[in-house]
């Protein structure tokens, strides 16, 4: 199964998952031209894209949904909230409601659901395993406190894309008015580094070989911040694998996931 974080931060949120020939998208959060030049420069066609997941309606995560759905005819997956609160309604596109807390399978993936903490309409966090190979990713993006079922949902994965997006001490000296920081730092905001190392110590296992930090603040993180906050705990608790921190301006290089990948094969 192979990974292409196209971009993630405060101002736009895309990766795509492909096997063998199929690719699906999880998030629009980029104007067309722009998501489109991310693709081609890892290799990606976005016309060979069979669907678009959105994990909820903000428009760092859905701003480009319906151009997507117009230009590549793939069907949309999203929680029924989530449909119904899109700022930009998918009235021409093939929509598919996402259960929540639930399952269904969408090409040659398997789609995991979970309802996240967040103040959007009806958020998800989502596991995408690959029927063929068992391989699991997770993302979970704007999930403000994790829940015990989040936590419990985002067990054993191979591959975990997960929020990191202020650093604390940067949020409270930092240009927001207490008001926002209040809303970022509360339980239906974003996750902090401190609560991204927790969350990650807490779902690692020997079989973890990616951890991706995800929807970094430009204005209240640094990329170097959240891998050495996260890092030092991962360190502790025995991960030797990938840690990585995705970029708001360009994509990550793609990697490879797999359930027989042993955690030193990624250097």
Do not use: W
């Amino acid at each position: 199964m192979r990974i292409a974080v196209l971009g993630s931060g405060s101002s736009g949120n895309a990766l795509a998952i492909t096997s063998a020939d199929s690719s699906i998208l999880v998030d629009a959060g980029f104007g067309f031209p722009t998501l489109s030049g991310r693709a081609d420069a890892v290799g990606l066609d976005l016309q060979g894209v069979t669907a678009l997941l959105l994990t909820h309606e903000h428009n760092d995560h859905a701003a480009g949904a319906a151009t997507v759905a117009k230009r590549t005819n793939c069907q949309v997956y999203a929680s029924p909230g989530t449909l119904a609160a899109l700022k930009t309604p998918l009235t021409k596109a093939r929509t598919v409601p996402l259960p929540v807390d639930g399952a269904m399978r969408v090409g040659p993936f398997d789609v995991a659901t979970c309802q996240t903490s967040h103040d959007a309409a009806q958020p998800l966090a989502l596991v995408i395993s690959e029927q063929q190979t068992g391989a699991s990713i997770g993302i979970a993006y704007d999930i403000g406190r994790p829940t015990a079922s989040l936590i419990s949902f985002l067990d054993k994965l191979s591959c975990l894309i997960l929020e990191a997006n202020h650093d604390d001490g940067l949020l409270r000296t930092g240009p927001y008015p207490p008001v926002l920081q209040d809303r970022i730092a509360g339980p239906r905001g974003h996750l902090s580094n401190r609560a991204a190392a927790d969350l990650a110590a807490d779902l690692y296992h020997p079989g973890l070989r990616t951890v991706v930090l995800a929807h970094l603040s430009d204005r209240c993180n640094r990329p170097d911040l959240a891998l050495a906050t996260v890092g030092e705990v991962l360190e502790r608790k025995g991960f030797r694998g990938r840690l990585l921190a995705a970029s708001q301006d360009e994509p990550l290089e793609c990697f490879e996931i797999g359930p027989t990948q042993y955690a030193l094969d990624v250097f």
